[in-house]
T-cell receptor, first 112, second 117 residues
Framework: SQQGEEDPQALSIQEGENATMNCSYK?????LQWYRQNSGRGLVHLIL?????REKHSGRLRVTLDTSKKSSSLLITASRAADTASYFC????????????FGRGTSLIVHP | EAGVAQSPRYKIIEKRQSVAFWCNPI?????LYWYQQILGQGPKLLIQ????????DSQLPKDRFSAERLKGVDSTLKIQPAKLEDSAVYLC???????????????FGPGTRLTVL
């Protein structure tokens, strides 16, 4: 299966600290996306990184992609209580339909 | 711009009953998706519509699940009869177009949480 696997499953940090989540996948991809989900706002797209890119930034988010290791990381800097949510990576397989396949997610809790 | 709307937000039924979910995509979005998200897992695609035609329903349990998108706008997803393992959040998403061989950003609704007792 192309499903990505996030690590760790759960992460608990203090406000102001950085949070790093990792995603590993099995086969070549076109794109890798990170989503955030909390109970109030549903699933929200954060950032997309293409297979020929190595790093992307968006505000306090930094995503890296290592296609040789089939892995990606999401770094949230200077975390806030509002960052408390589940974070999912989603991949679409090279040569496939570009429909993302989601992992099980990382549950992040940021304590004020 | 209004987002993807879904109703109801919550539904509790007993097994073997029927249930229907409704989705209204973002105005002008041609492509609509239904996902099932079981607790502790990521969303899994059930069905994808392009306008009112089905593009992919390979993971839809057709013996009990059905979906339609009349007139290429709103969509309904039905489960009949429901089983305990159908307890999940059902997410609807839409994208502006679906271009084969290209990324199409999806926008998700808030979901319907179904509990089957």
């Amino acid at each position: 299966s192309q499903q990505g696997e996030e690590d760790p499953q759960a992460l608990s940090i203090q406000e102001g600290e950085n949070a790093t989540m990792n995603c590993s996948y099995k086969t070549s991809i076109n794109n890798l996306q990170w989503y955030r989900q909390n109970s109030g706002r549903g699933l929200v797209h954060l950032i997309l990184i293409r297979s020929n890119e190595r790093e992307k930034h968006s505000g306090r988010l930094r995503v890296t992609l290592d296609t040789s290791k089939k892995s990606s990381s999401l770094l949230i800097t200077a975390s806030r209580a509002a960052d408390t949510a589940s974070y999912f990576c989603a991949t679409d397989a090279a040569g496939g339909s570009y429909i993302p396949t989601f992992g099980r997610g990382t549950s992040l809790i940021v304590h004020p | 711009e209004a987002g993807v709307a879904q109703s109801p937000r919550y539904k509790i039924i007993e097994k073997r009953q029927s249930v229907a979910f409704w989705c209204n995509p973002i105005s002008g979005h041609a492509t609509l998706y239904w996902y099932q998200q079981i607790l502790g897992q990521g969303p899994k695609l059930l069905i994808q519509f392009q306008n009112n035609g089905v593009v992919d329903d390979s993971q839809l349990p057709k013996d009990r699940f059905s979906a339609e998108r009349l007139k290429g706008v709103d969509s309904t997803l039905k489960i009949q009869p429901a089983k305990l393992e159908d307890s999940a959040v059902y997410l609807c998403a839409s994208s502006l177009v679906f271009v084969t061989g290209s990324y199409n950003e999806q926008f998700f609704g808030p979901g319907t949480r179904l509990t089957v007792l």
